[in-house]
């Protein structure tokens, strides 16, 4: 069964900062998903990734996949507080369209 | 903007009781899902439902769990008898369809099991 895994959990950074969030998982898998999350507040879609080696960008942030690695990240570049949410990255089965949540990283940037 | 929208945006239960939890997801979409998430920890999926029926579930969704689509509109999540652990926020999520995009989420319903 498809298993994704995120670190790390929690990060705390200084504004200005550059930072990576890793999102591994487990079995193929030809799509993957950035969503962010304000506290108390719904899932936000920020990025899809449909393919190996897909790079999106908006704003600080910067997503890409290796599919061949199963890993994806999410840069943060020059790090602002308006960024501190919690990111969740998502994976969906080849063949299926049940979206499995990483554990989520929670992410603290201090001004 | 179309949006996912869930009703009620609260609801405070008594262990044992019987709970409905409402979506009415975006137009022309095909795809229709709960997800669950205790207190801001890891989204869960529960279940997805395509044509009038589940096309997959999780462990997670028992027999006290059940979904239908009453109206073409309408997506309801339901549980039968609530149990302290069904506390919870319970987000409704739809897709279009046409390909993997992403999930567009509702704002959740919090679920307090007394």
């Known amino acids: 069964e498809l298993k994704v895994e995120q670190n790390p959990l929690f990060l705390s950074m200084q504004e200005g900062k550059n930072y990576t969030i890793y999102c591994n998982y487990s079995t193929t898998s030809d799509r993957l998903y950035w969503y962010r999350q304000d506290p108390g507040k719904s899932l936000e879609s920020l990025f899809v990734l449909l393919s190996n080696g897909a790079v999106k960008q908006e704003g600080r942030l910067m997503a890409s996949l290796d599919t061949k690695a199963r890993l994806s990240t999410l840069h943060i570049t020059a790090a602002v507080h308006d960024l501190s949410a919690t990111y969740f990255c998502?994976?969906?089965?080849?063949?299926?369209?049940?979206?499995?949540f990483g554990t989520g990283t929670r992410l603290k940037v201090l001004a | 903007e179309p949006e996912v929208t869930q009703t009620p945006s609260h609801q405070v239960t008594q262990m044992g009781q019987e709970v409905i939890l409402r979506c009415v997801p975006i137009s022309n979409h095909l795809y229709f899902y709960w997800y669950r998430q205790i207190l801001g920890q890891k989204v869960e999926f529960l279940v997805s439902?395509?044509?009038?029926?589940?096309?997959?579930k999780s462990e997670i969704f028992d027999d006290q769990f059940s979904v239908e689509r009453p109206d073409g509109s309408n997506f309801t999540l339901k549980i039968r008898s609530t149990k302290l652990e069904d506390s919870a926020m319970y987000f409704c999520a739809s897709l279009a369809g046409r390909g993997l995009g992403e999930l567009f989420f509702g704002e959740g319903s919090r679920l307090t099991v007394l």
């Open positions: 439902f395509y044509n009038n029926e589940i096309s997959e």
């Open positions: 998502a994976a969906t089965t080849s063949g299926t369209y049940k979206y499995i």
